[in-house]
């Protein structure tokens, strides 16, 4: 293993969650009578925190949000429960990465979602404490402050670190922080060509499925 620490994010990358999101958007915009697109959304959001994606459409649209992620959380909760499931191949490569390097999660999302969130497939247990939030830093993706400050929490230099990320903000936020990004595409929310706009960000390689992650990780140098 040439890294010491390996990144993940958690939606898009650990569990299928963001179209179930996208769901919960387009649901809380409407009742603030706000209509937008979900390929809108998936464009200008994938990977930006709640912070920002409410202060980018405030902005947009010349009006506040009351309450919007208060509504939000409790929707996507249900949904969550009725639908979420980790992405196909998860619980293998974290096998087979046991021991190999240190690992840890950093997301965009909330604490209480990523809790949440994790919890539902079975993943909190094995990844806590090592699970850091954008609500924890100053500024979330695509500034680099959110990896940074996971990589000094876990104890290892930034250029000893690889990010795995589904979001172009993501991945510009690896970049930044001066480690490796290797773009992921399996989740369901991925358009054709997303592996193209990750690659363009700095990601290399992008895999597809997490069965290509430890060999994508062997042929990689820090």
Same mark, same amino acid.
């Given at each position: 293993?040439?890294?010491?620490?390996?990144?993940? @994010?958690?939606?898009?990358?650990?569990? @299928?969650?963001?179209?179930?999101?996208?769901?919960?958007?387009? =649901?809380?915009?409407?009742?603030?009578?706000?209509?937008?697109? %979900?390929?809108?959304?998936?464009?200008?959001?994938?990977?930006?925190?709640?912070?920002?994606?409410?202060? @980018?459409? &405030?902005?947009?649209?010349?009006?506040?949000?009351?309450?919007? =992620?208060?509504?939000? /959380?409790?929707?996507?909760?249900?949904?969550?429960?009725?639908?979420?499931?980790?992405?196909?191949?998860?619980?293998?490569?974290?096998?087979? #990465?046991?021991?190999?390097?240190?690992?840890?999660?950093?997301?965009?999302?909330?604490?209480?979602?990523?809790?949440?969130?994790?919890? #539902?497939?079975?993943?909190? &247990?094995?990844?806590?404490?090592?699970?850091?939030?954008?609500? $924890?830093? %100053?500024?979330?993706?695509?500034?680099?402050? #959110?990896?940074?400050?996971?990589?000094?929490?876990?104890?290892?230099?930034?250029?000893?670190?690889?990010?795995?990320? @589904?979001?172009?903000?993501?991945?510009? =936020?690896?970049?930044?922080?001066?480690?490796?990004?290797?773009?992921?595409?399996?989740?369901?929310?991925?358009?054709?060509?997303?592996?193209?706009?990750?690659?363009?960000?700095?990601?290399?390689?992008?895999? $597809?499925?997490?069965? /290509?992650?430890?060999?994508?990780?062997?042929?990689?140098?820090?």
């Amino acid at each position: 293993m040439p890294f010491d620490l390996i990144i993940f @994010d958690c939606d898009g990358v650990l569990i @299928d969650s963001e179209l179930l999101s996208v769901r919960a958007d387009l =649901a809380c915009l409407a009742e603030d009578g706000i209509a937008v697109s %979900a390929d809108e959304i998936l464009e200008r959001y994938t990977g930006i925190s709640m912070a920002g994606m409410l202060a @980018d459409l &405030e902005a947009r649209h010349g009006r506040s949000l009351p309450d919007f =992620a208060r509504r939000h /959380q409790q929707r996507l909760e249900a949904i969550f429960a009725a639908e979420l499931r980790a992405i196909p191949g998860v619980t293998e490569m974290l096998d087979a #990465l046991e021991g190999e390097a240190k690992m840890c999660v950093a997301s965009s999302g909330s604490p209480e979602r990523l809790r949440h969130a994790l919890s #539902l497939v079975g993943l909190f &247990e094995r990844l806590q404490p090592n699970i850091f939030s954008a609500t $924890e830093v %100053a500024r979330g993706k695509p500034a680099p402050d #959110l990896f940074l400050y996971a990589a000094h929490r876990m104890g290892v230099l930034p250029h000893r670190a690889v990010v795995i990320e @589904d979001s172009v903000p993501g991945v510009a =936020a690896a970049i930044a922080a001066g480690m490796t990004a290797i773009g992921f595409t399996g989740g369901s929310h991925c358009r054709r060509g997303h592996d193209s706009r990750l690659a363009a960000a700095g990601a290399a390689p992008v895999i $597809e499925r997490m069965a /290509q992650l430890v060999p994508a990780l062997a042929r990689l140098q820090p």
